[in-house]
């Protein structure tokens, strides 16, 4: 074991009861919270009330959630959750896929900007940030379970887990930790966000970068997960999603790239620059 990376802490945070507190859960929590404090001030600085953001937080919070743990249920072997329905949403059990709640909440996005009469890309815009934070934190949670990892190595950053509550097969020897890897491409995917987040005027293009960088990392990443079946070639379940989505991201960047006048036009009450001086200006006077 000498010169490999132990990890011996504990996925379970606390234990009240019958209730189980993880680490899982908590830095998904605190990447929720991490993340709007990033995307509130954006999301003002294009015009957005306070009454459209969070009105856009709670249905978000909960389509991803739900969205999140469906997908990963359909990926599975159907029996045992038909045969004990409750597990479906047993998320203490293991099981989350983020394309699931992509998808989840950006549909729930969309019926909000249509009823509140907002922006869509603006708001979606202002979900990617919080979506990379919330990818980066929750990644140190996945750490600590032990449930994202590559293969077996003899590399000195070789990960052992010895907790018995890990969710590694073997406790005894060292696995990549592709965890980490996922983790350092979402802080370096975020400052590409952070950079390009006033450079991209056009609402809609923010979105298109993240849907593209995100589904290409997750081609590249997937390869150094060892847990996961394949189900297309040498390809697992993720990839061959990221490839799906690839396509149209970036389709959707080039059509918001070479039309943005006619997208301006339909934006309903924000633009692609920031709001500056009165909202509405005051009526000539007339002559007498």
Do not use: C
């Amino acid at each position: 074991m000498l010169g490999f990376i132990i990890v011996n802490i504990d996925p379970i945070l606390a234990q009240i009861g019958p209730l189980t507190f993880r680490w899982y859960g908590l830095m998904y929590v605190i990447g929720i919270a991490v993340g709007l404090w990033v995307a509130i001030p954006y999301a003002r600085e294009r015009g957005l009330t306070e009454d459209d953001i969070w009105g856009a937080v709670w249905p978000s919070v909960v389509a991803g959630f739900i969205g999140a743990r469906l997908y990963f249920v359909v990926q599975q072997p159907l029996g045992p959750y038909l045969e004990q329905p409750w597990r479906i949403m047993a998320t203490w059990e293991g099981g989350m896929a983020f394309y699931g709640a992509v998808f989840a909440v950006i549909l729930a996005l969309y019926f909000m900007a249509r009823r509140r009469k907002i922006s869509f890309w603006t708001i979606v815009d202002a979900g990617a940030l919080l979506a990379v934070i919330g990818q980066a934190l929750g990644r140190i949670g996945n750490i600590i379970n032990g449930d994202i990892v590559g293969a077996p190595t003899n590399l000195p950053w070789g990960f052992i887990y010895q907790n018995p509550h890990s969710f590694v097969a073997d406790h005894t020897i060292a696995y990549q930790p592709a965890a980490v890897y996922e983790l350092i491409f979402n802080v370096l995917f975020f400052a590409l966000l952070w950079f390009l987040r006033r450079r991209l005027t056009r609402p809609g293009l923010l979105t298109a970068v993240y849907l593209i960088g995100y589904s290409a990392g997750q081609i590249v990443l997937f390869f150094l997960r060892n847990s996961e079946p394949l189900v297309l070639g040498p390809f697992k379940q993720a990839q061959v999603t990221s490839m799906v989505v690839l396509v149209p991201a970036v389709v959707l960047f080039w059509w918001l790239w070479t039309h943005p006048e006619k997208e301006a036009a339909s934006d309903h009450r924000t633009s692609a620059l920031p709001i500056k001086g009165p909202s509405r200006l005051e009526p000539k006077r007339r002559r007498r």
